[in-house]
Every structure is written in C-alpha cells, then in structure tokens.
C-alpha cells in the first residue's frame, strides 16, 4: 500500500477536528478551505484515495455524507427520519413540538445512515425548492437533513420564517449589529435583511441528500 500523503493526512486530521467541533461532517468546501487546498476537484481526488484505502466511507448521494469507520460500530445502520414539508417561500415549517414529535405519525419518512444523525434529537427533512443554495450544493428537489433548534451560529445554513412577510426560506445566517442578513448561496441572488424580531429559526441543516436524476 502506498504511503498516505502529507496532505491526505492533514484531510482525516482536519475531518476529525470538524465533527468534534460541529457534530456533523465537513462538505468538500470545507476541507478546501480548512486545509488551504487549491481546488475541491484535488479534494475529491484524495478523498477517492482515502476511500480506496479504508480511512474514510462516503455516501455518495449525500452532501457532508463523509463518515470515519472508527467513531462508531453502528456507522452502516439506517434510521428514519420524518419527511415534513417543503422550504421555499410561501407556508411555515410545520415543525413537531418534543410532546408531539412521532416518526410513525409521518405520512412519508427516508432511511439517512446513523452517522449524519449522531445523538441528536429532533431530526427531520425537507425538500428544497428553488436555486438560491446552488453554491452550497443544494440544488432544486434535494433534501435537506435538518435539526430542530431556534439559534444557529454566524454563517450557519438555516431553515427561516420570517414573521411579517410570512415566507420560509433557506439561507445562511449572519446575525449583525441592528439587523439579520439571510445570505443565499447564490451570486446572482440578493441577501435578504430582517429586523431580530422578525426572524424565527426553524432549524439548521445537518447534510443534504442528492437527488440523482
């Protein structure tokens, strides 16, 4: 077996920082930035390598679908997740409360592998409409793994009701001195700005499942 890379070391080093640090696993970006590569297509080269070579899995349909075989035996087990609606404009997120949240009570749930989920609680999913995430890899149709929190950190991708428009969307979320700036991933799209009192977090994306045509 050929020696594993400097750079293929700092990869798992930096993979395994992110899911302490975050609780979920870093996208292709991430590993980019984090490890000052030059292209996400060098790693994706490495990651295949890793791959091959037994340090990492990947799903491959799943976005941040980066698991280590080591943190856990039970990493290839499925769990299901409720299914709740759709984020685009228009309808609130029809989030289950703790005394209500029933997976069987779903009309339609989906199989995610143990990994994404952890030990959170409250877990649900939503198919995205729309192109305003393209460049975070969220196209049209996909589905976004989400965890029911009302906070996120600074540059956190967010599901967002905004009270007085009476719109959901998904954005990434910057909270500023006298106001909230929703950015979308998105160069040809506009930033949304709100007042504190206007936004309401409905949840924060986990991972995202590929929808394959």
Same mark, same amino acid.
């Given at each position: 077996?050929?020696?594993? /890379?400097?750079?293929?070391?700092?990869?798992?080093?930096?993979?395994?920082?992110?899911?302490?640090?975050?609780?979920?696993? $870093?996208?292709?970006?991430?590993? &980019?930035a984090g490890c000052n590569i030059s292209s !996400?297509? =060098?790693?994706?080269? %490495? #990651?295949?390598?890793?791959?091959?070579?037994?340090?990492?899995?990947?799903?491959?349909? =799943?976005s941040r679908g980066i698991t280590l075989p080591?943190?856990? /035996?039970?990493?290839?087990? #499925?769990?299901?997740?409720?299914?709740?609606?759709?984020?685009?404009?228009?309808? *609130?997120?029809?989030?289950?409360? *703790?005394? !209500?949240?029933?997976?069987? /009570?779903?009309?339609? !749930? @989906?199989?995610? $592998?143990?990994?994404?989920?952890?030990?959170?609680?409250?877990?649900?999913?939503?198919?995205?409409?729309?192109? /305003? @995430?393209?460049?975070?890899?969220?196209?049209?149709?996909? +589905?976004?793994?989400? &965890? %029911?929190?009302?906070?996120?950190?600074?540059?956190? @991708?967010?599901?967002?009701?905004?009270?007085?428009?009476?719109?959901?969307?998904?954005?990434?979320?910057?909270?500023?001195?006298?106001?909230?700036? #929703?950015?979308?991933? %998105?160069? &040809? @799209?506009?930033? +949304?700005?709100?007042?504190?009192? %206007? =936004?309401?977090?409905?949840?924060?994306?986990?991972?995202? =499942?590929?929808?394959? $045509?």
């Amino acid at each position: 077996m050929k020696k594993t /890379s400097d750079k293929q070391k700092r990869i798992i080093r930096f993979i395994e920082r992110f899911l302490v640090d975050k609780g979920y696993p $870093p996208s292709i970006r991430d590993i &980019q930035a984090g490890c000052n590569i030059s292209s !996400t297509s =060098v790693v994706d080269y %490495n #990651l295949k390598i890793l791959e091959e070579r037994g340090y990492i899995r990947r799903h491959a349909d =799943v976005s941040r679908g980066i698991t280590l075989p080591t943190r856990t /035996s039970d990493s290839d087990s #499925l769990v299901p997740v409720p299914v709740i609606g759709m984020i685009a404009a228009g309808e *609130p997120i029809p989030v289950p409360t *703790p005394d !209500t949240w029933d997976v069987a /009570s779903v009309s339609e !749930t @989906m199989e995610v $592998p143990r990994e994404l989920i952890r030990s959170r609680d409250s877990v649900y999913a939503l198919r995205v409409k729309g192109m /305003s @995430m393209v460049d975070a890899l969220i196209n049209d149709g996909d +589905i976004v793994l989400m &965890q %029911n929190v009302n906070a996120v950190e600074n540059g956190e @991708m967010a599901a967002v009701w905004l009270r007085t428009e009476k719109e959901a969307t998904l954005k990434k979320v910057y909270v500023e001195s006298d106001r909230i700036r #929703l950015q979308p991933a %998105n160069e &040809q @799209m506009q930033p +949304i700005y709100a007042d504190h009192d %206007n =936004v309401e977090i409905q949840g924060r994306v986990i991972a995202v =499942v590929r929808q394959v $045509p």
